[in-house]
């Protein structure tokens, strides 16, 4: 179990859409407490494990008293809407307003292949879209308007964080 580095835009791990997960053995086991360590880390609310150079479809939250993870998770359910404000580990500094489902429910499994489903409203809601998306590939800027996007972009940029 270890805090694993996170990956950054421009990364191709970040863009390539994540493969379910078929091995439930020690490999992914270390996979989830690695997850699970590093969204530990104080300012972390998700976690997706491309995030963290792995290609399977797992991520981790730890938000308003929720902690956990999810194997291959879907998106089952989403309701209401919400805008907020929208950060990610893997743009650092950047932010956003982003529109998402005020209520978002995600299906999947535990590392026993049980049935997991984690539904959560307003923040955790946001962290459960969030990381489902990160898992195909995507991150929260590709939704964003053109110019909010450019803005996120040039930010980065000025940083050198990009």
Request: aromatic share 4%; proline share 5%; glycine share 8%.
């Amino acid at each position: 179990m270890s805090v694993r580095p996170l990956r950054y835009l421009g990364d191709p791990v970040l863009r390539t859409p994540c493969d379910q997960v078929t091995r439930f053995d020690d490999t992914l086991a270390r996979l989830v407490d690695d997850l699970l360590d590093t969204v530990r880390e104080p300012g972390r609310a998700g976690l997706a494990a491309n995030q963290i150079g792995s290609s399977l479809a797992v991520f981790s939250f730890n938000l308003d008293g929720a902690f956990g993870y999810v194997i291959n998770p879907v998106l089952i359910e989403t309701e209401g809407d919400q805008d907020g404000l929208e950060a990610c580990l893997s743009l650092p500094g950047a932010s956003a307003e982003r529109h998402r489902a005020a209520y978002a429910v995600v299906r999947g499994v535990d590392l026993e292949q049980q049935p997991i489903t984690v539904a959560g409203e307003g923040e955790l809601a946001r962290c459960l879209q969030h990381e489902t998306d990160h898992l195909r590939g995507e991150l929260y800027i590709d939704k964003l308007p053109a110019r909010e996007r450019a803005a996120v972009l040039r930010a980065l940029r000025d940083e050198q964080l990009i």
